[in-house]
């Protein structure tokens, strides 16, 4: 039995994976450095509204995802 392949909309690019796939690893299959930065925090996974989402929200044909910079992650004023 196949799996059924679902497409996907990552900052504009279609990229196709496996129905019920977590954002992160729709993000993985667009751009393996960018899951990276998933990963260690630097960039947040919005939807197509722009709110934040969770790495492992779970993937359905026609979702659109894009990926943001995570500004609380940013580096510490040097000046505190």
Same mark, same amino acid.
């Given at each position: 039995m196949s799996t059924r392949m679902v497409?996907?909309?990552v900052?504009?690019?279609g990229v196709d994976v496996?129905?019920?796939s977590a954002a992160v690893d729709?993000?993985?299959a667009w751009n393996a450095d960018a899951a #990276?930065? +998933?990963s260690n925090g630097t960039r947040l996974i919005t939807d197509s509204r722009g709110l934040p989402i969770?790495?492992?929200t779970p993937m359905s044909a #026609?979702? +659109?995802i894009r990926l943001v910079a995570n500004r609380s992650a940013a580096a510490p004023d040097p000046e505190q």
């Open positions: 497409r996907v909309f900052n504009g690019s496996p129905a019920g729709a993000v993985r #990276g930065e +998933i969770a790495a492992a #026609g979702s +659109i």
